[in-house]
Structures are given as C-alpha cells and as structure tokens.
C-alpha cells in the first residue's frame, strides 16, 4: 500500500492529465477516455482493487487490538470473506503485469507471444466441447434414466464432463455397466470418441499449424513489442529521472578506442577482451586534417 500504490497513482494521473490537455484521447462505445486507460488497462484495474482492499483490510479494521498487526478481531473476522475476493484480483493482476518483464528475453518474449497468438485456438476447443458437452447431455437427459449423475440435463453434462476427464464417481460408471441401458452406454462412447480422439487430435493440429504460420515473425514481434513497453515507461518516467539518466550516458564525452586513443563522443563504451577479436589490421580509418565541418570531406 505504501510502497507500490501512491506512485502508482501518481504516476497515471499526471499522464492522463497531460493527455486531457493534449486531447489524446479514444473513443470507447460513446465515451471519449484517456489513452493511457485502455494502453494500460490492467493497471488502472490494480489501483482500484488496491484502494478496494484498503477500505476492507482486516488488519486496518483491528487496529487497536492486541497483538499488534493482528487480522482476527470481531471487525476483521467480518470482513474476511469480502476482503479475499480483491485479494484474489489483485493477486492476478500482479502477475499479469509480472510477466511483462519477459521483454528483456527475447526468446522469453517471443514465447509468450506464441502463447497468445494460439489461446484462440484453444478457446474454439472450448467452445466445441461446450457445444459437444450441452448436445450429448440434452440427448442423454432425454433417456429419461432415474439414475445417480444422469437425472437431468445439467446433471447430465457434469457427468459427461467427468467422463471426459476421468473422474466419474463409481455410481456413474456402475449406471454404464448395467445391460438395460445399451443406449446409454453407445451414447458415451460415442461422446467420448467425439471429444478424447477427434477434438483433442484437431486441437494439437490446430496448435501446430498456428505455431508454424507465426514462427517465422516471432522474434520480430518480441523485438517490437520490447520497443512497444520502453515506450509506455518512458512516458511515466519523470522529467528529472530521464535527465539524470542522459547526463549518466555520458554522451557529449569522447570515447576512447583504447588507452591514450581517444575517439568521437556520441557513443557507450563497452570494455571486453582482446583475444577474442585479435587483428593485425586497423580498422580504424583516420584522416589528417581540417575538422571543420564546413570543410570538404575526406576522400
């Protein structure tokens, strides 16, 4: 709360106010918001369940109380069960923003980007299987079987669904072995060739063909998206830290080719070993005379 929030805030109040002035704004449905609300999104969500979580906060609630810091009082015991749910958003969100720390590995980055690029993928394997789940459950409730598990058309998609996964409860399975209901029995069967074989088979190749397309562009869409998040910071940074960061680069001072060889400025050294690149030739083409830059060229 101390630490993370009051920046937090800050921060994004002073960009969407400079946004305000400057009319950055997007158009969501008939309400015209901030740029940096939608861009950051996740964020702004964050602060809210912070603030949600300050106002509910056991502990807050049994100040006072001894032992000190202590979340079981009358107050706090109240309040419990509330406070866990935006401490369970909050939880999400911080390692939603947590992994946006995979731009400073490319290969990282281009991982989670493949990750993304196939969840449409797995979401149409879900919707299949919720389609395949709802049409053989109303087909299985329409047996009209008085039976633990299949009395009914939801009663009967949660057993298709446990069949499907593989934790049906014995009275389930003991309602399949019995001989008076063969209609049943070729109806699971059927739903589970359906949904085990076919649509899991269908969603690995759905996998690989969409793996395959968007593997060639990868690592340039993990490089662009680096440049995309080193934007988005840099508008947060404060003016003063971004000053003192130039002034650190150092870049109006010559740079050094090596000791006693001193070069052009504009440029970060970088020290490393010799013997790595050993040469005998310079490759360091020099030219004698006039500096001024309204001079000819060198040749």
């Known amino acids: 709360y101390l630490v993370f929030l009051p920046s937090h805030l800050i921060n994004h109040a002073r960009v969407a106010r400079n ?13 015209k918001l901030p ?13 809210g369940t912070l603030v949600t979580m300050i106002a509910l906060d056991p502990v807050i609630r049994c100040l006072g109380q001894s032992p000190l810091l202590t979340a079981h009082c009358d107050a706090g015991n109240s ?46 394997f879900l919707f299949g299987y919720a389609a395949l789940i709802f049409a053989f459950g109303m087909a299985a409730a329409t047996l009209k079987i008085e039976a633990h598990g299949w009395d009914s058309l939801l009663v009967c998609a949660l057993t298709m669904t446990d069949i499907f996964m593989g934790t049906a409860h014995e009275d389930e399975r003991e309602v399949l072995e019995e001989e008076e209901l063969p209609t049943l029995r070729i109806l699971v069967t059927g739903f589970y060739f359906t949904t085990a074989v076919y649509l899991l088979n269908l969603l690995v190749a759905q996998l690989a063909s969409s793996y395959s397309t968007a593997l060639e562009d990868l690592v340039g869409f993990a490089r662009m998206r680096r ?31 090596c000791e006693g060889d001193t070069g052009m400025p504009g440029a970060i050294e970088v020290m490393e070993r010799a013997t790595p690149g050993a040469t005998n030739v310079e490759s360091i083409r020099r030219y004698g005379g006039t500096t001024s830059p309204g001079g000819p060229p060198p040749p």
């Open 19 to 31: 946004e305000l002035r400057t009319k950055c704004m997007i158009a969501v449905g008939c309400i």
């Open 227 to 257: 440049g995309v998040k080193v934007v988005e910071e840099m508008n947060l940074t404060s003016r003063r830290r971004w000053d003192g960061f130039v002034q650190s680069l150092r870049m109006d001072s010559p740079v050094s080719f």
């Open 35 to 47: 740029a940096s609300i939608v861009s950051h999104f996740k964020c702004y969500v964050l602060a």
């Open 79 to 124: 309040i419990a069960k509330i406070y866990a749910i935006p401490s369970l958003v909050g939880a999400l969100l911080v390692c939603a923003l947590a992994a946006d720390l995979c731009v400073f590995s490319t290969r990282v980055s281009a991982f989670v980007l493949t990750f993304n690029r196939v969840m449409s993928e797995v979401m149409l």
